[in-house]
């Protein structure tokens, strides 16, 4: 089904882009050893601010580094980020929304409660607040945007089982006497993995973006490491004159969540019953 | 996604001041033909013009004051603005000879214990009082308040006495001869007492409203935007030329070159890149921008948390001190703008030990002495281990580009030498607060500061660690206290010269920090503000800015781009 789904949503130019451009980005991130033509982390202080050239594709940066090889590795550290915390994130909103939505009464009520309670408070703001209490690592930033961005899936999740509860084949399976987490894991679940991969697709372009965020602001990758992010942090205060620290990591991050969100939409118009491409 | 753009749209509505910067940006951009216009003017700005009252000069600050009265404030932007409203006893002139500036002139007694202050006769506040010793004495009094908690308490707390035996005399009396006495008077702001007496300099609506003697009077204070000063007509010193200061409040170093390429603000201060890569580089901006560099009395280095192992041990703190090459730091994150030190004070005065060398880079005798001290690798991964642990520690230091290069750098040479550094930069304000004041650190990269006399009493004394004073480092050497006491009750020039070149020889040798460089002060100033000393006096560009003007054909038209951007 799912595989359907892909090619589906495929059919769609756009979102093919999309799948190319997400496809691209990881070869390169996954490559990065192989291809990128310095250490990310080498240091030249005789080499500071050059602008590109043929030693050096993007130019470098305040300490002589190579921006192209900074991009590469900088590029897995943003694809983790946003894999990983897209991954807590889901798996949060996987639990509470099948509790929510399959015992409901109390615990719904709870679980929903708190859901509003989470999206009332702007998230990057919330991020920001937690992150200032830890020390700022990959791991740190990873975890608190999983732990803050749940409340979609959540709602996804137990609308999905809300509906589904009713339907004949659960009703079926629920008189021939299946427990709880029998209905829940073989029959509900299953059905509603599709709108979940949605979400999460497009949940990674938000986290790729928070991460970024996060970087720039200094909460985030701390240095030596690259990151999109502080890279283009250390280019803010040259933009007018290196403009290869601002641009690319910009780019980088325009395109890579573009490509997130263009497959994520996709995959959506795919799933609509009312899509033109679906009849 | 759509999270951020709602936060930076907020974030637009709500601080008009970016709204400023955008449409500058706008107005900038589309200022092609205002270019063509400027050429003229871009020739008159090289010649030469008859000193000449009037203008405004813009300026701009990162951050904005929290109030006015720098005896309470104590940081660099409150400093900025408050000396051009309120006067001291003393000034340093051009050369760092001292001479009056409330005062006719002061007499030391024989014993060097009393200090008598003559002041000039008719000095008035900007509302028209008049300025008298009672002031001064009501100064002194607020200053040593315990209530006032004053940064700067403890260079007036040794004063025994305090009399004012008429309106113009003030004498103050010492325990015991007190070297850095003159210079603190010189430091001191003297405060309206019938406007103060009574309240609390923490809280008083007279930090944003001041009333002073100095040049200029404050005007207007728009939060978040901007600070005016015009001139004060009862200036005990004199008249200065240009009429108006403003000083714009742009939190942003790269928001404020913005705006001194668009010719909206007349100065700032400059990092190396800008100073010796980009203004160089740009012919339209060398042509309308005069630099200026003077070395600063302020030094770089990494502190050790003495408190904790294994910094307690001064072989470890010299074997990091061999291992870290400062001229690599000096030659790239400075660009060549910086001296490596020996001595806590500026290089080629008198107060600096001549004869001290730096620690050379020399990490095979960094590697002998971790040895020494225990560290080996045992598991063979590279990092030094003692007692099963590994020596790994977090560099803390604020968010300051060339701090933060250094740090790089230094983490680089001392993974060579096995030692695992992490880097770590944090906003002012809270590293301070979290980590400084509180010593939950190992290692920082900080700077110094420094005043004219040699005492450095509160930075290195063994009594100066409670939280929020400035041994926060934990260094305690009865050697080197007893050089400090010594240091601040020596007279003599010549002797007190001998006990501050040992006092830096002992702490070279304990190296309970490394000194990292001493570096330059770099501004840019629009070539229409004349009158400024280049080469720099050793005062530095900013000590004559009263007598600093704007000719009248250099001036910004009154209504046009400045007004735009100033609302």
New interface residues.
Partial sequence: MNKSLLQRALQNPLSKAGFVIIVLVFLLAMLAPVIAPYDPNDINVKAILLSPSWQHWMGTDGLGRDVLSRMLYGGRISLLVGLVAVGISTAIGILLGAIAGYYRGWVDTLIMRLVDVMLSIPSFFLILAVIAFLTPSIINVMIVIGLTSWMGVTRLVRAEFLSLSGREFVLASRTLGAKDARLIFTHLLPNSLTPIIVSSVLGVAGAVLMESGLSFLGLGVQAPQASWGNILTDGKDYIQFAWWLSLFPGLAILITVLGYNLLGEGLRDALDPRSENNR | ?K??A??INQFLKRNAKYRVIATCLVLSACGDSSQELSAQALSNLNKSYPSQSGGTLLDATIGEPSGLIYMVAGESAAGAISSNIFNKLLKYDKNLDLEGELVEGWQVSSDQKTITFKLKPNLKWSDGKPLTSADVLWTWQAVTDEKTRSPYASDFQLVKKAETPDALTFSVTYDQAYAPALDSWAGLQILPKHLLQGQDLHTTAFARKPVGSNYYKLDSWANGENIKLSRNPSSVLGQAKIDNLVTRIIPD??AQ??EL?ADNIDSMGL?P??YV??IP??PELKQKLALYKELGNSYTYMGFNLKRKPYDDVRVRKAINYAIDKQ?II???YLGLGIDIASPYKPGTRWSNPDLKPYPYDPKKAKVLLKEAGFTDIDGDGVLERDGKPFSFEILTN?N?ER??S???I??RLKNVGIQA??????WA?FISRFIKTGDFDVVILGWGLGLDPDQFNIWHSSQQAPGQFNFIGYNNPSIDKLLEQGRTELNPDKRQKIYHEFARVLLEDSPIVYLSAGYGLSAIHKRVKGIENPAPPAGVGWNTYDWYIPEPLRRPVSGRTEISAN
């Fill in positions: 996604m999270n951020l709602f936060l170093s790269s070159f913005l390429m990092d890149i800008k890569r980009i580089a740009r690599e030659d790239g994150v968010q580009k933060e290069k740090a790089v750098l983490q680089r992490n880097v770590r930069a944090i906003e809270s």
